[in-house]
């Protein structure tokens, strides 16, 4: 359940990224390089902006990620 304040698709988004790694990779940081990874590629997903656009902010503001998991979970669907 999300609450008043959180009931957007950037929060939601947020939220199954915490899920997803916690599945995929529960040794993971919280809001460490995997969860970033996984939730920039979740919002880039979703046609709100490019991609480009979102990773640009991510780099500016001085975020790290890594995209290994979601790129091994690609790899893995063909």
């Not at 199954?16 to 040794?27: E, K």
């Not at 939730?39 to 902006?49: A, H, M, P, T």
């Not at 991510?58 to 990620?65: P, Q, S, T, V, Y």
């Amino acid at each position: 359940h999300l609450n008043r304040v959180g009931q957007n698709i950037s929060v939601a988004l947020h939220e199954a990224a915490h899920a997803i790694v916690m599945v995929l990779s529960p040794r993971a940081e919280d809001h460490g390089p995997t969860f970033m990874g996984v939730y920039l590629n979740l919002l880039s997903n979703i046609g709100l902006c490019p991609p480009e656009t979102i990773y640009l902010s991510a780099r500016k503001a001085g975020l790290r990620w890594d995209d290994r998991l979601v790129s091994r979970r690609k790899k893995a669907r063909g």
